[in-house]
T-cell receptor, first 115, second 109 residues
C-alpha cells in the first residue's frame, strides 16, 4: 500500500521567504509527526499531532514554525521568514491508532535549502 | 535530558565481515530502544526494536540487546553484505523519539 508521501521533494527558497511543506500520512493513521534532520545529524522532533490537534509542539524551534492538520489527515508545516539555518531535510512520519508507542512510518522527506 | 550517543562513521568493511555499531543512551525513565536504517534515496525504516531490559531485537540478520546495566544497545551482524550499505540511527523512545547522529556504513565487495 501507499506509504507516507511528502511534497515537494526539494524546495529552494531565499532568505526571508515563506514556505509550506506537505505531508500525506498513511491512510487511517491518526498520529502524525514532523522531524528536522540537519546535515550529519539525526532527526530532531518538532511536533506531534493526534487527529487534528497538536498533542506536543515542544520541538518547534521558534514562532516562525507552525504546523496544521485541519482534517486529521494531511499536514502542512509552515515556515515564515526563512533563515539559512532552516536548511535541512524535513521528515514526516505517521502511526496507526492505538498506543503512542506504535511504530512510526517515515516519508522520504523534503530537502529545504534557504539561500 | 534523554540522549543517544553512537559511534561516528563512516564505517567501511569488506563483505562478509562482522559488524558492530556501538550505541549508548541516557534516560530518566525506561525507554524503548530502536535501530533505524536509511538506505540511499529512501526514507527512514525501523530495523529492530527492544522494549525492556534484556530484550533482543533482530531483523535481516541484525541483532541488538537492551543492556540496562551498561545503558547500551549495540547493533551487530555476523556477515555484512554490500546491500547493507546505509546510514544507521540508534534511537530511544520514552515520550518522543530521540535519535543519535547516525553512522554511515560502507560495505565493499
Amino acid at each position: 500500500g501507499a506509504g507516507v508521501s511528502q511534497t515537494p521533494s526539494n524546495k529552494v527558497t531565499e532568505k526571508g521567504k515563506y514556505v509550506e511543506l506537505r505531508c500525506d500520512p498513511i491512510s487511517g493513521h491518526t498520529a502524525l509527526y514532523w522531524y528536522r534532520q540537519s546535515l550529519g545529524q539525526g532527526p530532531e522532533f518538532l511536533i506531534y499531532f493526534q487527529g487534528t490537534g497538536a498533542a506536543d509542539d515542544s520541538g518547534l524551534p521558534n514562532d516562525r514554525f507552525f504546523a496544521v492538520r485541519p482534517e486529521g489527515s494531511v499536514s502542512t508545516l509552515k515556515i515564515q521568514r526563512t533563515e539559512r539555518g532552516d536548511s535541512a531535510v524535513y521528515l514526516c512520519a505517521s502511526s496507526a491508532p492505538g498506543t503512542v508507542y506504535n511504530e512510526q512510518f517515515f516519508g522520504p522527506g523534503t530537502r529545504l535549502t534557504v539561500l | 535530558g534523554d540522549s543517544v550517543t553512537q559511534m561516528e562513521g563512516p564505517v567501511t568493511l569488506s563483505e562478509e565481515a562482522f559488524l558492530t555499531i556501538n550505541c549508548t543512551y541516557t534516560a530518566t525513565g525506561y525507554p524503548s530502544l530502536f535501530w533505524y536504517v536509511q538506505y540511499p534515496g529512501e526514507g527512514l525504516q525501523l530495523l529492530l526494536k527492544a522494549t525492556k531490559a534484556d530484550d533482543k531485537g533482530s531483523n535481516k540478520g541484525f541483532e541488538a540487546t537492551y543492556r540496562k546495566e551498561t545503558t547500551s544497545f549495540h547493533l551487530e551482524k555476523g556477515s555484512v553484505q554490500v546491500s547493507d550499505s546505509a546510514v544507521y540511527f540508534c534511537a530511544l523512545r520514552d515520550d518522543k523519539i530521540i535519535f543519535g547522529k547516525g553512522t554511515r556504513l560502507h560495505i565493499l565487495p
